[in-house]
């Protein structure tokens, strides 16, 4: 059966290369959440950082899915991004996204810095992220950028997980 | 970049006690950074494990080496250790 993939409009989006923009929004970890800068986790090592559909939609759930089954957590700081509140990324982290902390963003103001918004057709006043990857160096140079052209797109994990092991 | 500020206080969002302690830190225009922990009790190991206790607001003061929780104790910390001669 065909089924019909939405294509997304051109995203004017940090490539391999460009110095990802910072920003500071609450981290969310199993414990706790506080204000946390992309720089400031750069500065410990190279970072994943997963742009993705609000929590509980199944994009999100499927990404968190493979990148736990993957085990990347354990080979890269992996974080989320996405405009679920920090009480949703709590429940989502008791379920899955094993080791990783998740970015609170419900303003949506991340995707605009980083060109990946979506406006959500049937959901008034609602902008979220399109899905994304950006493996990112200890100075936010982005060493592998994937941002989805479609709707529903999902990553190209096994080109994901090369770049991780080059780092 | 990353500079810390010494003081960290957890709380809860909404929490009145823990807006009373924030209202002292701001008072004194101490720097400080704040982790929010969820409304149910059994939710707060990393509070229980500073503190002691998973009762917020609890602060960890680095410049004395000191946690304590209970918004009235903090407090009357704050105002013996920042509060100078006022």
């Given at each position: 059966?065909?089924?019909?993939?939405?294509?997304?409009?051109?995203?004017?989006?940090?490539?391999?290369?460009?110095?990802?923009?910072?920003?500071?929004?609450?981290?969310?970890?199993?414990?706790?959440?506080?204000?946390?800068?992309?720089?400031?986790?750069?500065?410990?090592?190279?970072?994943?950082?997963?742009?993705?559909?609000?929590?509980?939609?199944?994009?999100?759930?499927?990404?968190?899915?493979?990148?736990?089954?993957?085990?990347?957590?354990?080979?890269?700081?992996?974080?989320?991004?996405?405009?679920?509140t920090p009480y949703e990324h709590a429940s989502l982290l008791d379920e899955r996204a094993d080791g990783a902390r998740l970015f609170a963003d419900p303003g949506?103001?991340?995707?605009?810095?980083?060109?990946?918004?979506?406006?959500?057709?049937?959901?008034?006043?609602?902008?979220?992220?399109?899905?994304?990857?950006?493996?990112?160096?200890?100075?936010?140079?982005?060493?592998?950028?994937?941002?989805?052209?479609?709707?529903?797109?999902?990553?190209?994990?096994?080109?994901?997980?090369?770049?991780?092991?080059?780092l | 970049m990353s500079d810390e500020p010494p003081i960290t206080l957890y709380r809860l969002q909404a929490c009145p006690f823990c807006e009373r302690v924030?209202?002292?830190?701001?008072?004194?225009?101490?720097?400080?950074?704040?982790?929010?922990?969820?409304?149910?009790?059994?939710?707060?190991?990393?509070?229980?494990?500073?503190?002691?206790?998973?009762?917020?607001?609890?602060?960890?003061?680095?410049?004395?080496?000191?946690?304590?929780?209970?918004?009235?104790?903090?407090?009357?910390?704050?105002?013996?250790?920042?509060?100078?001669?006022?």
């Amino acid at each position: 059966m065909e089924f019909d993939v939405v294509e997304l409009p051109d995203a004017d989006h940090p490539e391999v290369g460009d110095t990802a923009p910072d920003f500071t929004r609450p981290l969310v970890n199993e414990e706790f959440w506080e204000d946390r800068s992309l720089s400031s986790l750069t500065a410990e090592g190279p970072v994943l950082l997963v742009a993705h559909p609000m929590d509980g939609a199944f994009p999100a759930t499927y990404v968190w899915n493979e990148i736990d089954d993957r085990g990347w957590a354990d080979d890269v700081d992996v974080v989320g991004l996405s405009i679920s509140t920090p009480y949703e990324h709590a429940s989502l982290l008791d379920e899955r996204a094993d080791g990783a902390r998740l970015f609170a963003d419900p303003g949506a103001g991340v995707a605009e810095q980083y060109g990946i918004e979506h406006d959500l057709d049937g959901m008034a006043g609602i902008t979220e992220h399109r899905p994304a990857m950006f493996l990112l160096d200890g100075d936010r140079t982005v060493e592998y950028a994937w941002v989805a052209s479609e709707w529903p797109e999902f990553p190209e994990y096994d080109a994901v997980e090369a770049a991780i092991e080059s780092l | 970049m990353s500079d810390e500020p010494p003081i960290t206080l957890y709380r809860l969002q909404a929490c009145p006690f823990c807006e009373r302690v924030v209202r002292k830190l701001d008072e004194y225009g101490l720097d400080y950074r704040s982790r929010f922990v969820e409304p149910m009790h059994s939710d707060r190991n990393v509070v229980k494990r500073i503190s002691g206790k998973r009762s917020v607001p609890a602060i960890v003061d680095e410049n004395t080496g000191l946690t304590m929780s209970e918004s009235g104790n903090i407090v009357e910390y704050l105002e013996k250790t920042y509060g100078g001669e006022a």
